[in-house]
């Protein structure tokens, strides 16, 4: 009930391609969706996140699309480029800002030029 | 204010000995959230505090692993007796004691246990 099922483990992509990376979720009353980027050595750093009211939100070259009904959600990282190799978390919360996130197991993105 | 600030950055133990980590939140922020990274792995959460108060420990393990918040200080993550599987980087998060903001992440601690 608690688990956030996160797929592909890694991702090659061409510079300039589509990264596309989905996160499946079981618990209905999850209430906010994040996406989070981490490099080697860093702690993890918000990307983008949504609440499931909407179906879609975009920042810049990020969008998550969101499945309500299938209880899933998804990254797309549209002109991906080499500095966008990182690990990507998906995340879930029940309440935004006062309960604990619950991750994803993460995706590695690697992005030649 | 920087942000969540973690220290040390890098800290390396023998088994059985003790080890202790801390976090201050970014200003304003009262609740603190623990989460443990093995190598290669995701964020699993570990303990979520309030000032002076323990909300959620269900990702603790039973033994050994400890969390404080002060009223004032840092919160503190306390493991006795580090064996090598506690090896791992340990980053804190913090937010306000507002509904419907976002959680900010520290840089982490990595402990290596020899």
């Known amino acids: 009930q608690q688990q956030v099922k996160q797929s592909p483990q890694s991702l090659i992509v061409q510079k300039g391609g589509i990264s596309i990376i989905n996160c499946a979720y079981e618990?209905?009353?999850?209430?906010?969706f994040p996406w989070y980027q981490q490099f080697p050595g860093k702690g993890p750093a918000l990307l983008i996140a949504?609440?499931?009211?909407?179906s879609e939100k975009k920042e810049g070259r990020f969008t998550i699309s969101f499945n309500k009904s299938a209880k899933q959600f998804s990254l797309h990282i549209m002109d991906s480029q080499p500095g966008d190799s990182a690990t990507y978390f998906c995340a879930a919360s029940l309440f935004l800002g006062t309960d604990k996130l619950i991750f994803g197991t993460g995706t590695r993105l690697q992005v030649f030029p | 204010n920087a942000g969540v600030m973690q220290n040390p950055r890098h800290l390396v133990r023998r088994r059985g000995q003790e080890a202790r980590l801390r976090c201050s939140p970014m200003k304003g922020h009262s609740h603190v959230y623990w989460y443990r990274q093995l190598p290669e792995e995701g964020l699993k959460f570990m303990v979520y505090l309030q000032k002076e108060n323990i909300i959620d420990e269900s990702g603790m393990p039973k033994e050994r692993f400890s969390a404080e918040f002060p009223k004032e200080g840092p919160s503190i993550l306390r493991i006795q007796q580090v064996v090598r599987g506690d090896s791992a980087a340990y980053f804190c998060?913090?937010?306000?004691?507002?509904?419907?903001?976002?959680?900010?992440f520290g840089s982490g601690t990595r402990l290596t246990v020899v």
């Open positions: 998060a913090s937010s306000p004691a507002v509904a419907n903001y976002g959680y900010t």
């Open positions: 949504i609440r499931p009211d909407v």
């Open positions: 618990n209905t009353a999850f209430d906010y």
